[in-house]
């Protein structure tokens, strides 16, 4: 039976681009035209049915399907279903049992005749919000009724969305069919896979086919924009004002919203090429895929292949020691950057070096230093870190202190020895500007800097004035 708004879609369609239905599909009929569950394996499988109501506090109901839907909102669909609920409880809608982990198709009985068709596309309305990777209906195509190719695959859709498809490889091919599968593990929501309103068109009179080469090189690093050539073969014919276009997919691979990234206006066929820029801002992954659309015929080229990376930036994390980067005049402190394989700093003024993982800092005053830090896929992260020149007022540390600690720096506990060998009982410790802390007991030999926080303390006995710089980690 024939659909209102996808006759009107298809007549307008065929008025600007000779467009022809080759399959339509609305299941109000019944499922003459499928057959289901066939190689399937699990309790959950296709049927084809009105139901949509759930089961009140465990399944949620089934969405209506769009106003303007044949057979209305509650019409016949083809969707997954768990088998022994149905026969047990009558709950028939799309819903799925997490528990029996399934695999189920539902395959088109006759192949379709595209031959001397351009753009053939399947369109169609479906629900599946399963799980991303896990839980997922996929749409797979087959060229000679016996070796299938995936398409599309979906999830995380739980409203009626149409989705529509077109592979060149589909053109002017003689014995074309389509399967819907659904597999699912042990996760993942409701509905389970739905479809309906299934239409399937070609172009007669000119058509183009396009496949995208590949594309080199293969990966980037996240807020670079990069410029890359983008090889295509067109074969058939292109009409005039015809523009080709590149188009970046996310990085999943969907060319759901594709990114334009260059485009080429000719009616030239044969070996192209379109200069085209991958966005800086594009955020990092590893299944990113471009491809070549043409905009009169409007075709859509195969992608280039092999998935595309945009690398993250490397994370530097920098220590110092002392922790707080604070230093009296003529002291130094050893700065330790990490996250990358080669590293640059700047400004050199003070620096014991401008390249390595560990530089000693000297500055004059206070100074902030920045590392560039370069991993092994070229991709730069930086970090900067202050090194903080005290004029260490109110502290006079002799030259010969009277007692000795260690180990220094310190992670919490600390050894102190009295060169005259007396028995020390308390220190006091304070600030790098003179602020007393407080008293701490000496037990024995020891006392514990354990609560305090990072950073640079001096020592002095409550005995005499001679003070230490301990280091505390």
Known sequence: MTKCLLLGAVMLSYSVWSQTTLFEENFESGGGNWTLNTGSSGGNGWVINNAYE???GIVENTPDEPIGTTGG????YMHIMNLEYCDMISLCNAGFESASASTSYSVMNSAIDATGMGNVTI???????????STYGTLEYSLDNT???SAATYSGVSTWTTATVSLPAWNNAATLKFRFKWQNTSAGSDPAFSVDEISVTGQSGNFASIATGSINPTSWCYQSQAAVTVPFTVTGT??????????LSNASGSFASPVNIGSLTSLATGSLSIPANIPGGTPAGTGYRIRVVASDPATTGSDNGTNLTVHALPEIDILSNPADGIMCPGESVVVLASGASTYSWAPPTGLSATSGSSVTATPGSTTTYTVSGTDQNGCVGMNSVIVTVDDCAGIDEEATAAFTVFPNPTSGLVTISAKDGQQVSN???TDVTGKQLGRLPVNGQTFSLANFPAGVYWIRLDEGTSVTRLIKL
């Open 54 to 56: 759930g089961f009140s």
């Open 73 to 76: 909102v509650n019409s016949y």
């Open 123 to 133: 369109e169609f309305i479906y629900l599946c919000a399963g799980e991303s990777g």
């Open 147 to 149: 070796n299938w190719t």
């Open 238 to 247: 292109v009409n005039p004002g015809n523009v080709y276009t590149a188009q």
């Open 427 to 429: 220190v006091l410790i």
